[in-house]
């Protein structure tokens, strides 16, 4: 019969290598599976930085309760649902952060909420109304301009005709559009100048 002494020396042992072989393991299937973790807390999670904190959380948490793996499955297995209830934890974290209301009131006093305070990036009214003013004026001074200059800008300035497209329409060369959209950009600009 073996002295109590000597049983439990030789069940530290074991159990030093039997950590020592899971350790070895751990690092060889990590090192092949980790790309498939991480797909799979993205999967759950949806953002490519809460993934990340995922695998990591559960790859740490893994490596310190490595003595737990009973090795009744893989070890890929028990580290992929490790990642999974992580992802689900990382999930129910954001979902217990508070939402806020862009209509909700912020301030009793003052009376005003979220919304109000955000910046409209749509143009102001009076801008729109300058915007507008500008292209009648340059409607009236492309009708002021040639016959020629007028088919050649409208086609190639206006409705977005390329050169080829404009000599072919017009029956010139390309070198010709291009100079006669020149002469046409530099008289509106004339024009333009003087409002």
């Given at each position: 019969?073996?002295?109590p002494?000597?049983?439990?020396?030789?069940?530290?042992?074991?159990?030093?290598?039997?950590?020592?072989?899971?350790?070895?393991?751990?690092?060889?299937?990590?090192?092949q599976?980790?790309?498939?973790l991480?797909?799979?807390?993205?999967?759950?999670?949806?953002?490519?930085?809460d993934?990340?904190?995922?695998?990591?959380?559960a790859?740490?948490?893994?490596?310190?309760?490595?003595?737990?793996?009973?090795?009744?499955?893989?070890?890929?297995?028990?580290?992929?649902?490790?990642?999974?209830?992580?992802?689900?934890?990382?999930l129910?974290?954001?979902?217990?952060?508070?939402?806020?209301?862009?209509?909700?009131?912020?301030?009793?006093?003052?009376?005003?909420?979220?919304?109000?305070?955000?910046?409209?990036?749509?143009?102001?009214?009076?801008?729109?109304?300058?915007?507008?003013?500008?292209?009648?004026?340059?409607?009236?001074?492309?009708?002021?301009?040639?016959?020629?200059?007028?088919?050649?800008i409208?086609?190639r300035?206006?409705?977005?005709?390329?050169?080829?497209?404009?000599?072919?329409?017009?029956?010139?060369?390309?070198?010709?559009?291009?100079?006669?959209?020149?002469?046409?950009?530099?008289?509106?600009?004339?024009?333009?100048?003087?409002?």
């Open positions: 019969m073996q002295e002494q000597t049983y439990i020396g030789e069940a530290q042992t074991a159990a030093v290598q039997i950590c020592r072989q899971s350790s070895g393991e751990f690092e060889d299937v990590v090192s599976c980790l790309p498939s991480y797909r799979r807390a993205y999967r759950y999670v949806g953002d490519p930085h993934a990340e904190d995922a695998v990591q959380d790859l740490l948490s893994a490596y310190k309760h490595l003595d737990q793996f009973k090795g009744t499955a893989t070890m890929a297995t028990w580290l992929i649902s490790i990642v999974t209830n992580s992802a689900l934890s990382q129910r974290r954001r979902q217990r952060k508070p939402q806020v209301s862009l209509d909700e009131r912020l301030d009793e006093e003052q009376n005003y909420c979220l919304s109000d305070r955000l910046a409209d990036a749509s143009p102001s009214p009076e801008t729109e109304c300058m915007w507008s003013e500008l292209h009648e004026h340059f409607l009236e001074f492309v009708a002021e301009l040639s016959p020629t200059l007028r088919a050649t409208q086609l300035g206006l409705e977005g005709m390329t050169t080829s497209e404009v000599a072919t329409i017009l029956g010139v060369s390309q070198g010709t559009v291009k100079a006669n959209v020149s002469r046409a950009r530099t008289k509106l600009k004339q024009l333009m100048r003087e409002i």
